[in-house]
């Protein structure tokens, strides 16, 4: 196993963009962070003392239209889930994500805006090393229709699987073991996607108003609606892959072993990685140094630990 240090920017970068639920104007700035913390959302719209919401998947609260996060206050930070991928892929573990909306910005639905971020930062090595979550056991969520599962392996590996009864997606699948560079080039541009029908119907309804043809790919009857066409034959379901990771990244550390995700979405990501934490013989959590497991540790209590 390789020994990494954990990581944060080097100086406090901000961008603007459309929030997907509200359609408006959001301001994101990312900060610099101590080691150990994770990822920390600040929402600067409401008090103060209500604001701050941990990047965690024991924070989940909703999984339509993009990963929700609550805090004990009832203050949310919705459309976490590209900005959590783009932040593993650049290899970030430690930052402030500072927000004045519920909202983080769609931007071109993709990832890459947020890995040009922390390029444009630059990136602080910390003390502290990276622990690892391992997978020692099988474990899977779902049924037939949708499911995620974990297996061992050396590195971190996703394969998916999506099966669209369509002709324009239809059956796509794909697998990635990641190494330095993986995500950025193959990942990380994929965009999100939605079906023409099914935008008209959630925008006639109040929602995703700031959904467009900038921010996703819009399939259509007879094909894509984006004049530029695709960036990858197999967009779609690199997306799903880039969704996964961005999920999985909420458990706040990186995992060793192989994700594999059968039309999985929000929803079932979430739901394996509590699946997994209530399964402790499937799993250990190991200080790179030593490479030794850590004492257990009650579910959770690892990512501010
Ligand atoms: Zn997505």
């Not at 339509?64 to 004990?72: A, I, Q, V």
């Not at 932040?87 to 430690?94: I, K, T």
């Not at 805006?113 to 997978?135: D, N, Y």
């Not at 467009?212 to 066409?229: P, Y």
Request: a negative charge.
């Amino acid at each position: 196993m390789r020994i990494e240090q954990q990581r944060t920017i080097a100086k406090a970068v901000t961008c603007k963009g459309i929030g997907l639920h509200t359609g408006k104007l959001v301001t994101l700035t990312l900060k610099p962070a101590p080691e150990n913390c994770g990822v920390i959302f600040i929402r600067k719209d409401v008090k103060e003392s209500e604001s701050i919401i941990h990047g965690s998947y024991l924070n989940v609260t909703k999984t339509m239209l993009g990963t929700t996060l609550t805090n004990s206050s009832d203050v949310d930070i919705s459309t976490v889930e590209h900005l959590m991928a783009g932040l593993w892929g650049a290899g970030v573990d430690n930052v402030i994500v500072e927000v004045d909306a519920p909202e983080i910005p769609i931007m071109d639905g993709s990832s890459q805006p947020f890995i040009a971020m922390v390029e444009k930062a630059g990136l602080k090595t910390q003390k502290s090393f990276r622990k690892i979550l391992r997978i020692k056991d099988e474990v899977e969520v779902g049924d037939k229709k949708r499911s995620a599962k974990f297996l061992p392996a050396d590195n971190f590996t996703v394969k998916f699987k999506i099966n669209f009864n369509d002709n324009i997606i239809g059956k796509q699948r794909a697998r990635y073991e990641f190494a330095a560079d993986t995500f950025k080039q193959e990942i990380a541009a994929a965009r999100t996607f939605g079906f023409k029908h099914e935008v008209e119907a959630m925008h006639a309804a109040g929602l995703a108003l700031g959904g467009s043809l900038d921010n996703a790919i819009v399939v259509g009857e007879d094909g894509i609606l984006n004049d530029d066409g695709l960036r990858f034959e197999d967009e779609f379901v690199r997306h799903k892959i880039l969704d996964s990771i961005g999920d999985l990244f909420l458990f706040g550390m990186r995992i060793q072993g192989e994700f594999i995700g059968h039309r999985s979405g929000h929803s079932t990501n979430n739901e394996i990685l509590h699946t997994l934490i209530a399964n402790p013989r499937a799993w250990e959590v190991i200080d790179p140094t030593t490479e030794r497991p850590l004492a257990p540790v009650a579910a959770g209590n690892f990512v501010y630990a």
